[in-house]
């Protein structure tokens, strides 16, 4: 993909200064830029990058004033980290417009697909799916019987979506994520061992939400697992069956959620948290990373930290206790001295 400095600009409600015919095929860090490449500049104390920078094209704010010639191209636009964030996205999307049907792959005569579908080589979707306009099936990505997707969706490599689960809008899924897998249900035999208990729910979820790469999420035992409208899932994530989490809610890299826990909409959930089963988290909630709740959170727009979880100020002044721990403990010791001293000389007191 190349354009010119002008293409840029006219996208951008720009002005360009210098060869409104240089030719940019890349996006680049200004201190990184090559020849071919467009970069930015919108915070000042990367200005000097700008007179030594490669790039064929720069970005800059229209009340920049220059404090000595520049090699590349100049396009001036009123914010230029927004202008940049706007070519990102349209850059996104030109990378990830695909379309057409690869081969080999299967589709079940059953199955209906909308419009506009891209479907990646080795990819299976089963019996009876429905698919909406727009969708994007990348690579090696499993759809199972009976599963719903509606539009603008894209399922990256390798994504497995169970049978009988259902997908709404605007929805992405990372490579490697699976959605619909059995809950850990097992019930412990009188004589030892466990017997599986079959888990015949599925996973729902809403429009636009985002599912990080490798996160899984299970499939209830009965009922749904939810995952509500707007919810932002990162990486390595364990959602265990029949949870629910509320509208909005955003949740870091390797956090599990054990069963039929119920997180509320608009929280914020840092990396490593554990959640057992079976609880209730407020809305608003704010959890500081590696947080362990082992006990409902009822009060709203809080934060929380440690483990077991608590108050958020509680736990920052427990942590600058722990710091000075060993400190501590050597008074201890010198009191007990002091008082074995005394005890045994109590004439001195």
């Known amino acids: 993909m190349q354009f010119t400095a002008q293409e840029i600009s006219l996208m951008l409600n720009g002005t360009v200064e210098g060869d409104t015919a240089a030719v940019i095929s890349h996006l680049a860090k200004i201190e990184e830029a090559r020849p071919g490449c467009l970069s930015f500049l919108s915070n000042p104390k990367y200005e000097h990058y700008l007179y030594t ?36 996205e349209k850059y996104s999307s030109l990378k990830l417009d695909k379309k057409g049907q690869e081969e080999p792959h299967y589709i079940d005569a059953t199955a209906t697909i909308g419009n506009n579908a891209y ?6 979707i089963g019996a009876n ?42 929805i992405i899924v990372h490579a490697g994520a699976v959605i619909g897998s059995d809950g850990f249900g097992f019930a412990p035999k009188p004589n030892g061992g466990y017997t599986k208990i079959a888990q015949i729910g599925n996973v729902i979820i809403e429009d636009d939400v985002e599912i990080g790469a490798n996160t899984t999420i299970d ?47 608009n929280c914020i959930i840092g990396g490593q948290v554990g959640i057992v089963g079976h609880l209730t988290v407020a809305n608003g909630t704010q959890m500081q990373a590696q947080t362990g709740v082992n006990s409902s959170i009822k ?26 721990l060993p400190e501590l403990e050597k008074k201890i010791r010198e009191l007990e001295k002091i008082i074995t001293e005394l005890r045994s000389h109590p004439e001195n007191v």
Not at 58 to 86: E, H, K, M, Q, W
Request: hydrophobic share 40%; with cysteine; net charge positive.
């Open 129 to 170: 799916v429905t698919m909406g306009n727009n969708c994007k099936i990348y690579p090696n990505v499993y759809v199972g019987d009976n599963v719903i997707i509606g539009d603008n969706v894209t399922l990256f490599a390798g994504v497995k979506i169970y049978f009988d689960c259902t997908l709404g809008s605007n």
């Open 119 to 124: 479907i990646g080589a080795f990819s299976y």
């Open 299 to 324: 009060e709203p727009n809080k934060k929380w930290g440690g483990t077991p979880v608590q108050p958020y100020q509680n736990f920052l002044r427990s942590s600058v206790v722990h710091d000075r």
């Open 219 to 265: 499939r209830a035992t009965m009922g749904a697992t939810i995952i509500h409208k707007g919810v932002k899932l990162d990486n390595l994530i364990q959602i265990a069956h029949n949870v629910t989490i509320g509208h909005d809610t955003v949740m870091a890299a390797q956090t599990g959620i054990a069963g039929s826990s119920t997180i509320g909409s």
């Open 53 to 88: 920078t490669q790039a064929s094209v720069v970005i800059i704010n229209r009340n920049l004033t220059l404090n000595g010639p520049v090699l590349p191209a100049l396009i001036r636009v009123d914010n230029a980290y927004s202008a940049f964030s706007v070519l990102l």
